[in-house]
């Protein structure tokens, strides 16, 4: 059991290129989430998944797109790199339904610096 | 949307001692509240949480305590050593997909 991973672990990239940033869980989870991390400032959520199939936007989507490949693969692309997306990236899934909230399960992140 | 407001942003407590870190969040639909913790370049890693049916639950050294009618929630941890020194991360959701919004996180210092 792999839980979440995340590839690749460190990305320097220059202002206007493009990248995606990949991940998957093998816990056969239906939810799964993309989260910034900068400092000081906690996890933003960019993107998430409900479900196989849908996408929704998060508190800071702009720039960025996401796919949700299958059930297990859940991927963030970024079409033109700016400076501001300088961050660390982190993926998580769980378990979503039921009416109550459940423990995220987080991948080790992606650092990514865009010059 | 569900706001998280999480104190202090920095704590340094002497080993043994206890330490107890506090988050008020605004959406009364919220019935979901983890505390994460993140070590030095890992993600983060849930150690307790509480759901809005429980007012308090613990875990060895670790307890988590909820007032619903003040909209806040509480990490204590006690006896701390210095491998619990890392940031702590509070939440709060679990109604719409399973989303959490986070405070901003507490720097926890346990010094030997």
């Known amino acids: 059991n792999a839980g979440v991973t995340q590839t690749p672990k460190f990305q320097v990239l220059k202002t206007g290129q493009s990248m995606t940033l990949q991940c998957a869980q093998d816990?056969?989870?239906?939810?799964m989430y993309w989260y910034r991390q900068d400092p000081g400032m906690g996890l933003r959520l960019i993107y998430y998944?409900?479900?196989?199939?849908?996408?929704d936007k998060g508190e800071v989507p702009n720039g960025y797109n996401v796919s949700r490949l299958n059930k297990r693969e859940f991927s963030l692309r970024l079409e033109s790199a700016a400076p501001s997306q300088t961050s660390v990236y982190f993926c998580?899934?769980?378990?979503?339904?039921?009416?109550?909230?459940?423990?995220?399960?987080f991948g080790p992140g992606t650092r990514l610096t865009v010059l | 949307g569900e706001n998280v407001e999480q104190h202090p942003s920095t704590l340094s407590v002497q080993e043994g001692d206890s330490a107890v870190i506090k988050c008020t969040y605004s959406?009364?639909?919220?019935?979901?509240f983890p505390w994460y913790k993140q070590e030095l370049g890992k993600g983060p890693q849930l150690i307790i949480d509480i759901r809005s049916n429980v007012g308090e639950k613990k875990d060895q050294r670790i307890a988590v305590t909820l007032n619903k009618t003040a909209k806040h929630f509480s990490l204590h941890i006690t006896e701390t050593q210095p491998e619990d020194s890392a940031v702590y991360f509070c939440a709060a959701g679990g109604t719409n997909a399973g989303k959490s919004t986070f405070g901003d996180g507490t720097t926890l210092t346990v010094k030997p």
């Open positions: 998580a899934s769980t378990f979503s339904g039921g009416g109550w909230g459940n423990e995220q399960f």
């Open positions: 959406d009364s639909a919220s019935n979901y």
């Open positions: 816990m056969n989870h239906n939810s």
């Open positions: 998944s409900a479900s196989e199939g849908t996408t």
